[in-house]
Each structure stands twice: as structure tokens, then as C-alpha cells.
């Protein structure tokens, strides 16, 4: 299966629907990978702070490197400059590749300076180790900044987005200045099929409650990147190309944005060592 792409900010590719590997290792990470580009997966998506980068590598070594799109982020504890190069190179050479084709400050860092960060993220795009820059969980403010100050463009803001937390306001900024957004959780962590809409409109499309949903996201010019160990989810979460929802039904699931978030780690809970702000 060919998954369509979308033209980021900079000129390179990126597939709509990606493989998100949050919270997955060891032995279920590896047949789970191999699953997913077996089933037309390329785009894997991952972080420093998952602790599995060093499962992914193993397993895609056997893949053509050219023939998948490798995306990680870095903690907000490694903004600093010299920091942001280390910590690339580390994902590097546990993700056994010479370059990302998409890098992503994980999280806003108020004790680091923004400009810093990104000074560091257009050297490492100079130098060929990461081919696209990004953000993750910035608001429109933070992100607006970000792009005043960078040299390179944001080409994508990674952020909790699904039917209980739409986020019009940032998601049209994002897409006004041309910046992909790319769900994370995009399923609310499996909260959702039990919606009685969601589970209505799969009754009716004869679909899972999460490919509606992630057709839904993929309607509203949303990228996605749901996760699974189970082989039957990670196929059926990519089988979302040759059907479509009607407008009405977009509208349904529209209708049930609560501003509901599933994350556990808020971003103002500076104590958290992610940040590394201990007082």
C-alpha cells in the first residue's frame, strides 16, 4: 500500500500517516515495526524520551534507509545549544542512521531560550543530520515566535489532537502559515470508541471506531500517527485511502469537541524532571 504524502515546509515529503511507537519496547516494538512497514508503514515516529530508539534502529536495519521517513524529538531538558547537537547525534547512532528527516523540540522549555534551540536545529539541517524541523505541543503564540525567530522553516506542530480536543484556533493558525499538524494521540489513547458517535458511525461505514476517527482527522487536513502492538489494529489503522466520510458525519464527530485532553504530563508541570527545572 502506497501511503499518500504531504509537502512540508522545505520541500521534503512526509506521509500522512505515520507509525507512533510512544510507549511500545522490546520484543513488541520489533514485530510491531515489522509489521507496520510490511504493511506500507514508512514513516516511524519516535523521541529521546520513549526510550526505544535504540529498538527501532534494530529494526529497520534490514529496510532501505531511503525507503522510510525517521522522525524523533528531544527532551526539554536538552534545548541548549550544544545540548540539541548532542542529543541528535545520540538518536542518531541509536536509531543507526545518518540523518532524520524530521526533528522535533518535544516540548517548550520557558528556561531555555527558543532562539538557542533553533540556532542549533538550523546546524544540524546545514550539516545534513536532520532534513525538516518541527515542533511538538507549542501553542500558536509559542509557535508564532518560533518562526520569527528561525532560520529554517517549522514545518509541523506535533500536537494532542482528536474529536474531544479539536484546537480550531491553533489548527488554523497552523495551517494559515502553511505548518502541518500531526495528531498525536490521535484515537485519545482508545478513549474514544467508547463515543456512542464514534461507535454509531463504524456500525454504519462497517469500519473500526478508529478508522473512522483517523479518517476524520485525515478530512480536516490533519496528519496522524496511531500506535498499536496488535498486527490486526496496525493494518486496519492504515486502511483509510479508498473511502470517505460524508460531510454530515464530519460534522457529528465535530460536534463532540469537549477540549478533553488525555496527555498525562501537563506542560506547566515545570517540577517534572522532562523539563529539567529543579529548583
Request: proline fraction near 5%.
Amino acid at each position: 500500500m502506497s501511503v499518500p504524502t504531504v509537502t512540508l515546509q522545505g520541500g521534503e515529503t512526509m506521509p500522512i500517516v505515520g507509525f507512533g511507537t510512544g510507549g511500545l519496547d522490546g520484543g513488541s516494538l520489533d514485530d510491531a515495526i515489522h509489521t507496520a512497514v510490511e504493511a506500507g508503514y514508512t514513516r516511524l515516529d519516535t523521541a529521546e524520551g520513549y526510550g526505544n530508539e535504540a529498538t527501532i534502529g534494530d529494526a529497520v536495519a534490514e529496510y532501505d534507509r531511503d525507503d522510510l521517513f525517521l522522525a524523533s524529538k528531544v527532551l526539554p531538558s536538552n534545548l541548549a545549544y550544544e545540548a540539541v547537537l548532542e542529543a541528535c547525534e545520540a538518536s542518531l547512532e541509536r536509531l543507526g542512521t545518518d540523518y532524520l528527516d524530521l526533528y522535533l523540540i518535544h516540548w517548550p522549555n520557558p528556561a531555555v531560550s527558543l532562539r538557542e534551540t533553533l540556532s542549533a536545529m538550523a546546524t544540524l539541517r546545514e550539516e545534513g543530520l536532520i532534513r525538516s524541523v518541527g515542533v511538538s505541543n507549542f501553542s500558536a503564540y509559542q509557535l508564532s515566535c518560533a518562526q520569527h525567530i528561525s532560520d529554517v522553516p517549522i514545518a509541523v506542530n506535533q500536537i494532542e489532537f482528536h474529536p474531544w480536543r479539536q484546537r480550531p484556533s491553533l489548527v488554523d493558525y497552523c495551517q494559515e502559515t502553511d505548518v502541518v499538524v500531526d495528531a498525536a494521540a490521535p484515537l485519545a489513547r482508545t478513549e474514544l470508541f467508547e463515543d456512542a458517535s464514534v461507535q454509531t458511525l463504524a456500525e454504519t461505514y462497517d469500519r473500526t471506531p478508529a478508522q473512522v476517527v483517523l479518517r476524520w482527522a485525515l478530512e480536516n487536513d490533519v496528519t496522524v500517527i496511531p500506535h498499536s502492538s496488535a498486527p490486526e489494529h496496525i493494518r486496519e489503522n492504515l486502511a483509510l485511502f479508498d473511502w470517505e466520510l460524508t460531510d454530515e458525519d464530519c460534522q457529528r464527530l465535530d460536534e463532540l469537541d469537549r477540549d478533553h485532553s488525555v496527555y498525562n504530563l501537563s506542560p506547566t508541570d515545570w517540577t517534572d524532571d522532562t523539563f529539567g527545572i529543579s529548583r
